[in-house]
């Protein structure tokens, strides 16, 4: 194995395995720590861990847990990889778990950059943007766990890690790569070794890959992805992805937990002219809703169409519910549910899944039992069409604001695609 990936949901780590595997290189994206070796044919394995939101010493523990394997599969360099929009609070994981992988590598700096800009995402003066706002005033201030009301990564980050956050501007990446490589040099010299980088644009990216090509550690988004590969095929062949994609067309069936702008629109498109059964987080609590009950109403309308079961309820309803039982029990419940919900359907018989939301898609891989997942076609920028490694079911895992509003339909096109 050549690189090595650590995400911190499973959302973002196949938005990750989709970008290196279309950079040529062959991905696995593996549920979790794996307990053997890999094949030894995986050029880039992506650990995806549910780590996100949990408490800093699992996190951490987990990440270097995951290191650890990857290390013994013979990596050559190594990506720490969170959300494109930072997904995290003053003290959150993301600082922590850097700081504890660049000890365990012994890495003198590290870079941190979550731009996208496929997806709309780009950092200009250590701000990140979502299109044309800012990422505090993009709607991602009034996510339910992880509000982000700041976005100025390295005033964020700064309570998050014991170390100095540096910076390189937009004027030094646009010179290129030497540029780049310096400007990380020099902060980390004046003692500011994580260092945010500005990129806006794809050709930014490709710049910073080829700039941190002798780095041990690389962190940020997916798209950093896009210049990493390069670096590895001037030094050997890749063999990239040779295995043709083959869908299925049998039963399906939507789950959404995700309370994004966009997931929301694609919810509201899609329950317009399909089956749709909100879940309500009182109910839920109360146990008037339970997953068996759920789960026979969709497996019965699952014959006619793909219905959609969701939770994507405005922010401010989220808010209440929160108030009214806690944030962790709303959210353990919610994730619990669609766990069990997704077992169920699958034993009933369906064989596709399209799952919207970060930690609703940690919920059900982790409540399905998966180890490991292959790579198929993008669906949409950062979310490609999977295929479990040891049954027959297709999926696809949306962080919440990725897709368009058709999205829906489009995943489940993709997911009964057969050859041509």
């Known amino acids: 194995m050549l690189l090595g990936c650590i995400g911190d949901d ?91 992988l660049m000890h365990r590598l012994g890495a003198a700096a590290t870079i941190v950059c979550p731009a996208f ?24 201030e009034n996510h339910p766990l992880t509000p ?5 990564l390295r005033r964020w980050l700064a309570p998050q890690t014991r170390q100095g956050v540096g910076h390189v501007a937009a004027e030094t990446v646009f010179s290129g790569a030497e540029a780049i490589r310096a400007g990380i040099a020099r902060e980390a010299e004046a003692g500011r070794p994580v260092v ?41 062949t890749l063999a990239g992805r040779k295995t043709a994609w083959c869908g299925d067309g049998g039963l399906a069936a939507i789950l959404s937990g995700s309370c994004s702008t966009m997931t929301r629109a694609q919810v509201e498109r899609y329950r317009a002219d399909h089956p749709a059964l909100e879940i309500d987080a009182d109910r839920l609590l109360a146990g008037d809703e339970t997953p068996a009950e759920v789960a026979d109403w969709a497996a019965s309308a699952a014959s006619k169409a793909a219905p959609l079961i969701y939770s994507s309820a405005d ?38 899944l399209v799952v919207a939301g970060g ?19 993008e669906i949409a920028p950062g979310v490609p069409a999977l295929k479990a490694s040891d049954r027959p079911l297709w999926l696809t895992l949306k962080s919440g604001n990725f897709g368009t509003e058709t999205f829906f339909a489009e995943a489940l096109a993709v997911l009964k695609r057969r050859p041509e």
Request: with cysteine.
């Open 196 to 236: 945010v980088v500005d990129a806006i644009r794809d050709e930014d990216l490709l710049a910073i890959g080829a700039a941190v090509r002798d780095l041990a550690l690389v962190t940020g988004g997916s798209g950093i992805a896009l210049g990493l590969p390069a670096n590895f095929l001037d030094r050997e």
């Open 315 to 352: 922010p401010e309803r989220v808010k209440a519910a929160q108030q009214r039982h806690g944030k962790e029990r709303v959210a353990a419940a919610v994730e619990g549910f669609f766990a069990e919900t997704a077992r169920l359907l699958t034993e009933a018989g369906v064989t596709r």
């Open 10 to 100: 499973f959302t973002g780590s196949s938005d990750l395995a989709n970008t290196l595997a279309k950079g040529g290189m062959r991905v696995v994206q593996y549920c979790g720590v794996p307990h053997g070796p890999c094949d030894p044919q995986v050029e880039a394995g992506v650990v995806a861990l549910k780590s996100r939101t949990i408490p800093v010493a699992d996190a951490v523990a987990k990440s270097l847990q995951a290191l650890d394997w990857l290390v013994a599969e013979g990596c050559r360099q190594f990506l720490f990889k969170y959300c494109s929009t930072f997904d995290s609070t003053p003290d959150g994981n993301i600082g922590p778990v850097i700081d504890a």
């Open 148 to 152: 982000m009301t700041d976005a100025d």
């Open 359 to 377: 930690e609703t898609s940690g919920a059900v891989v982790e409540g399905l039992g998966l180890e490991a997942l292959q790579i198929g076609p």
């Open 117 to 140: 800009p496929a997806t709309g995402r780009s950092i200009y003066q250590g701000h990140l943007f979502v299109k044309d706002r800012l990422l505090s005033e993009s709607g991602m």
